[in-house]
């Protein structure tokens, strides 16, 4: 299976104007290629870039490391899965608290709506165990129910918890930071 894995690069809030996003294509547990994007530190750009990078792949699913990249440049994974028609997957390693994001998003951001507005298009949260002994993740969806998502994330998932194509493109992204 093609499963796209996308996370963050470091960054120093008010110091660094721009954070990479990499995102790594996985054909079952083997690397097929990485692609790495600048986008701005609270900026709104990260679904424009990501598009742009998965536009030039065949894939069938994506993986998401939580939705806020770059501080609160917000990737719309339902703009994603119209776009592509594939499952986006939402994986936290702790689970969301979306109060506390809100009342962020509120205090810092003039334009905080248009953020908020991806966080409320999310369904249920769902814990999903990824192999004994080991914390769970916390999932959200679209396009796919939560049961395949759980089936996918456990057969990517031979480290750790994580799932080989985000605890890559995490490694390549914080890698080079």
């Not at 701005?40 to 993986?63: N, Q, S």
């Not at 994986?91 to 991806?118: C, G, M, Y």
């Amino acid at each position: 299976m093609l499963v796209v894995g996308v996370e963050d690069g470091s960054f120093q809030k008010g110091i660094t104007p721009k954070a990479l996003l990499a995102a790594v294509l996985f054909k079952g547990l083997e690397i097929e290629d990485v692609k790495i994007v600048r986008i701005t530190v609270d900026g709104l750009d990260a679904t424009e870039k990501l598009v742009k990078i998965l536009r030039e792949w065949k894939f069938e699913a994506i993986m998401l490391a939580g939705i806020s990249f770059a501080g609160f440049n917000v990737v719309d994974p339902t703009v994603i899965h119209k776009q592509f028609e594939k499952p986006v997957i939402i994986i936290s390693r702790t689970k969301p608290n979306n109060n506390a994001v809100k009342r962020a998003l509120q205090r810092h951001f003039e334009d905080w709506r248009v953020r908020w507005d991806v966080f409320k298009k999310l369904g249920l949260i769902h814990k999903v165990v990824a192999s004994t002994g080991v914390p769970p993740v916390y999932v959200e969806t679209v396009g796919v129910n939560a049961e395949w998502a759980g089936n996918l994330i456990r057969a990517l998932s031979v480290y750790n918890r994580i799932p080989e194509p985000i605890r890559v493109a995490r490694l390549i992204a914080r890698g080079l930071s």
